[in-house]
């Protein structure tokens, strides 16, 4: 018996090996599409990283945070005209200097799993922050075991990937490292 011209055992071969090479492509291609979102992670928190290092040289403070977001954007005036900041949306909202009216970053990067649950997660007490994201890989040389360990969520999934500002560690809560320093 033939099937299109091929014998019944070659075609099952073909179809083998087809199989094989579409399984091989489509592993590939998620193996590159995974890691091009890792890329793309790593460059959007060393982005904002540098533009707050931006905003600390005009201002003497990092914004504070809130729930994970940056707080500095513009939430409306008080009771007496004064511009009152407010956390910043992830992709909508610009790191900005609500008073002087600097911009530091044009439109605030969002993790590329935004709309499956991923988010970019802040923390900053004024005087450090820490900035934190979650790869999908824990085979990228920047993961960090230390970060994990601290359960700190980027979203829905666990951070594992961070850049901080002025020597302030990863793997332990500004407030730890603030001790450490005093203890000095």
Not at 10 to 39: C, H, K, M, P
Not at 88 to 106: F, G, H, K, M, Q
């Amino acid at each position: 018996m033939r099937i299109l011209g091929f014998k019944k055992i070659e075609f099952i071969w073909v179809f083998v090996v087809l199989v094989a090479i579409g399984f091989a492509t489509y592993t590939n291609l998620q193996i590159s599409l995974r890691r091009g979102r890792d890329v793309q992670r790593k460059s959007d928190i060393k982005v904002i990283h540098d533009a707050l290092l931006s905003y600390f040289v005009d201002e003497s403070s990092f914004p504070q945070a809130f729930e994970g977001k940056i707080v500095a954007c513009f939430g409306g005036v008080d009771a007496q005209g004064i511009a009152q900041p407010t956390a910043c949306d992830w992709s909508r909202d610009s790191l900005t200097n609500i008073w002087s009216n600097a911009v530091y970053l044009p439109h605030l990067p969002t993790d590329p799993h935004h709309n499956d649950g991923a988010r970019y997660y802040y923390i900053s007490n004024g005087r450090y922050f820490q900035l934190y994201a979650a790869l999908e890989s824990s085979s990228e040389a920047e993961y960090d075991k230390s970060i994990v360990a601290r359960n700190i969520m980027c979203g829905d999934r666990v951070c594992n990937f961070g850049l901080a500002s002025y020597g302030a560690p990863l793997d332990k809560s500004i407030e730890e490292y603030e001790n450490e320093l005093r203890m000095k």
